[in-house]
């Protein structure tokens, strides 16, 4: 056991590195002054979303002058989003609704309802905003004038992610340990380096004419990561985007209950990474390196070669806690790690399992399929979302 406890004290050790570094030195965004009137296009993409676009468009009303212009698409909803909408457009002028139109081949939702946004915005800068997100008062000030003093023409604050009901809380924190347990956030500042690209989709603000030159979200047209995968190859085109500690900026609902995060997470394991190499290693340091330590407790404890299994055990908590601090999650949903650790492993096999097998991952009434893209991306020129 002195071997094993070695290499999983090393593994804890490692993320617990990566954890206090970004907790201590990954800034959040500055206060800032009122900026100038009609600078930002605030574009949400809904999908049946009537009991969350309300309190979205609410929030980026409130943002001020800065503020040009609200634009939702209509994402083929079948409840009363649509109706919902309309009733902002009667109230401010700066509240538009984007009809829907046919998804084409070789795109998936979210980044097509975000190319057909954007091409509707006519503001400078154009913000991404979920419908589930809430934007802080004087938040746009603050990601438009960080952006520019970083001279950042994409900029991606990392949301509050806020946790109502018990699995909330006992497994949305998860998603930030997968995180900022492995992701160096304040080396990501320092170097443009294109693998060091991270967003939330929640909300990402760019600069309209870098984002129509490089292409738009048709860089991404056919991911379903798409918030990262834009941050990429944003950097691979050379442009500047950074994402920071975005807690007092933006806040975040994702899920519900247990059946939409089981869901929703299954949507996103196994087409977040681009190879099975990736995957597996990821899947299997956690099962090794954030679950087996505690698998393994029970005897460790009493064994005179089990001190490193305990170690390991101890620092992953740690971590946890760390960051239970720092986003404000419970200090019990630490506790609960290695039961969120279970989950996510049994949850990246159905994920593994439905993508490879080409089943592909359904979400709000959509399958995808690793099988649908069709071969080279467009040009901005020939962007499909671009239709009269």
Known sequence: MLILGGILLAAAALAFVVTLWNMLAWPGLRDAPPAEAGQVAVLIPARDEETTIDGCIQSALAQGDVVKEVIVYDDHSTDATASRVRAWTAQDDRVRLCAPVPLPPG?????????????????????????????????????????????????????????????????????????????????????????????????????????????????????????????????????????????????????????????????????????????????????????????????AVWRMDGLPVVAAA???????????????????????HPLAEGLLLALGVASWRRWNSGAGVQWKGRTYRPDQDDGEQPKAAEDPSRVE
């Open 314 to 336: 101890a620092l992953v908590l740690a971590s946890r806690l760390l960051m239970a601090r720092r986003f404000r999650h419970p200090w019990w949903s630490a506790a609960l």
């Open 107 to 299: 795109w998936y939702g979210k980044p097509f309802a975000c190319a057909r946004l954007a091409r509707e915005a006519t503001a400078p800068w154009l913000l991404f905003l979920d419908a589930d997100a809430r934007l802080q008062p004087g938040a746009v000030d603050r990601v438009l004038t960080e952006a520019r003093l970083r001279s950042a023409t994409l900029l991606a604050p990392w949301p509050n992610i806020v946790c109502g009901g018990f699995w909330e809380k006992a497994l949305m924190p998860l998603l930030n340990f997968c995180v900022f347990s492995f992701f160096p956030a304040p080396l990501a500042l320092r170097r443009n380096d294109p693998n060091l690209g991270l967003a939330h989709g929640a909300c990402i603000l760019v600069e309209a004419a870098t984002y129509r030159a490089a292409g738009g979200h048709a860089m991404v047209r056919h991911e379903l990561f798409e918030d990262t995968w834009l941050a990429r190859r944003w950097r691979e085109a050379g442009h500047i985007g950074v994402c920071l500690d975005g807690d007092k900026v933006v806040k975040v609902r994702m899920y519900r209950s247990f059946s939409d995060i089981w869901f929703g997470f299954m949507k996103n394991f196994r087409p977040a990474f681009r190879s099975e190499w990736r995957f597996r290693t990821f899947w299997a340091f956690h099962g090794v390196g954030f679950l087996l330590p505690f698998l393994l407790l029970p005897v």
